[in-house]
């Protein structure tokens, strides 16, 4: 006679006489499971009933984060059950169907399992919780839109319509809603709807690389189309010319600011919805992935209380986050910091925050004017677009403030070029500039699936030799596996050039030198290149060749 798992914990020495009569007594009030009892009343956890339920009955502990389940596998049972009864079926092993239970003591549960199934069930256990996240991961948006477009399917409509009237449960409207909500969920920066002749295809930008989610229908393209228009303010009737607007989202504790762009083109509108997690959680400088001498330079640049530092790279490299997470770094009562941006990315406490209105008159120039008349410290300005906001953001650093501001260049030698062809002095640039920092974003490999390998990148093995480095014996990368969606990445680490000008520098900025003798300076002076920086992070173990020959492959590294 199998034992009861009151006496299973008992033995454990996780429950008590006394609790458990206590549980007992309470279980009889609610009809509850004992277990569910025992986890509403804080006795034991979840993990606690699953291990000791594992460890008694000899039953194998799976850790389903870990592990692939194959859609196919777990549509062996409805969802209906798979959810009300926690169970999951996760494998088959030479036609017996192996399923993870949160109460493998319940024998009807079994019974019911092979009848509905067909097949001998062999159990193994995972909390109710483990459980639920991995079934919701197998339904990806993909399936569970599947389902959602089926049962609104209408081989009637065969062409989008010319006015789309707005319904709260209609399936656009739905649809939509699944599209934007789980793109929070996956953590993507951007979501992008593009048209094409038979349908409209789904991408989300996940950690810098572009993922096709699904194929929206033809007959529902305009219906999506209309419900994102309708939400971000736009015009469902204007078509014909690109327009912009903006939605805001609350899920669950997340508040979601969406930035909308919509491009006509042959086959419909194009829209683009570039997401800002709005949160006053900011990494600290030292989470960053800056080298220990890259970060030293940083945080000399930051000890300075007037000058001009600037962040650059292309767009999604990370800037505004490392600006930041310079302005929290500066953040104290003494100082009055004050923000020109455009998007107000992150809410910081204690920090005053102008948000570009170009509508009104308030531009990044007219904006810096302003913060100039408020008596401030610091001030930081988003991006320094134009000749008129560069010459303000100088003039400003020269009179005594500390100015921080990002710029769309290629590397930290260059910017210097960049603000002298917007027209600004050599001669102003050389007494202001403190330094500047280039940075790329690199997809890290996922600490699941991560595994030796042997480095066969010809570009980057010719590199190595060039800079006179031993060829490393193993390399990593990650096989694919569940916690990254299968791509072997999870997560980015930053790669930084930084650039602190020396009186060397500052000597030849003034005189006009040209860009080669500017890199001939940096590199004496002790700067890493982005290649070299990226190098590092290849032989710790932290990213991958081809990641590197993706975001910082220059030509110098073929020579």
Known sequence: MRKRLGDILMEQGLLSEQQLAAALEEQKRTGDR????????GIVTDSQVTDALSEHLKIERVNLARRYLEPEIVDLIPASVIISKHVLPIEMQDGVLVVAMADPLDINIMDDLQRLTGKIITPVVATEEEIEEAFHRTRNIAQSARELISRYEDDAVAEEPEQVEYLGDAPGVRLTNLILEQAVTQKASDIHLEPHEHGMRVRYRVDGILRDIMEIPKHLRG???SRIKIMSGLDITERRKPQDGRIQMTLGDQEVDMRISSLPTVYGEKIVARLLHKSSHLLELEDFGFAPKDLQKIEQMLRLNQGLILVTGPTGSGKSTTLY?????????????VTVEDPVEYLLEGVNQVQVHARVGLTFATGLRTVLRQDPDVIMVGEIRDEETGEIAVRSALTGHLVLSTLHTNSAVATISRLVNMGLEPYILSSTLIGIVAQRLVRTICADCKVPVKLENQVMIRYLESLGREIPDT??????CPMCSESGYRGRTAIGEVLLFSKEMRRAVEANAGEAELWEIA????????????LEKLIAGETTADEIIRTVYSVDMEE
């Open 34 to 41: 004992l277990g569910q009892t025992l986890l509403r009343l």
């Open 223 to 225: 219906d999506v189309n």
């Open 325 to 337: 997470a310079f302005l929290h770094r500066l953040n104290s009562p003494e100082k009055n910091i």
């Open 475 to 480: 390399v990593y990368q990650g096989r694919g």
């Open 523 to 534: 590199l004496r002076s002790g700067m890493t290149t982005l290649q070299g920086a990226a």
